[in-house]
C-alpha cells in the first residue's frame, strides 16, 4: 500500500432501486466480493436507474473503485468520527427560534 498514490479497479456490481411505499432505497452489491475501506470513492458507470412507483429494479452494472492512499485512509478514520458526531447534534430545549 502506498502512502501517496491511489489504484483504481473496475470490477463488476449488481444495482438495486426500491421506490415502493415499504422501502425506499438504492443499493450497490460488488458480484467479485470487492471490499470498500475508509476514504475510498465508488463510481458506478451508466446512465442513472429510475425506478417507477411501486417498482424494484436490478441491474448489472461496472463499478470504478478509487482505492485511498494509507495517508487518506488514516485522515479519514481520524476524522470521521467528529463528521459523525457533527450530524447527530440535538437540543431538548424549549427555546423555537425562526
Keep these: 500500500m502506498s502512502l501517496f498514490r491511489k489504484r483504481i479497479e473496475k470490477v463488476p456490481c449488481t444495482v438495486e432501486v426500491s421506490h415502493r411505499f415499504e422501502s425506499l432505497h438504492a443499493h450497490v452489491r460488488f458480484d467479485d466480493g470487492s471490499v470498500i475501506h475508509p476514504g475510498d470513492e465508488v463510481l458506478v458507470e451508466g446512465p442513472p436507474v429510475l425506478a417507477a412507483w411501486g417498482e424494484v ?33 440535538f437540543s431538548f430545549s424549549e427555546e423555537m427560534t425562526v
Design 57 to 89: 429494479i436490478e441491474e448489472r452494472r461496472t463499478a470504478q473503485i478509487t482505492r485511498a492512499s494509507a495517508l487518506e485512509r488514516l485522515w479519514t478514520r481520524l476524522t470521521g468520527d467528529l463528521e459523525f458526531i457533527e450530524l447527530c447534534e
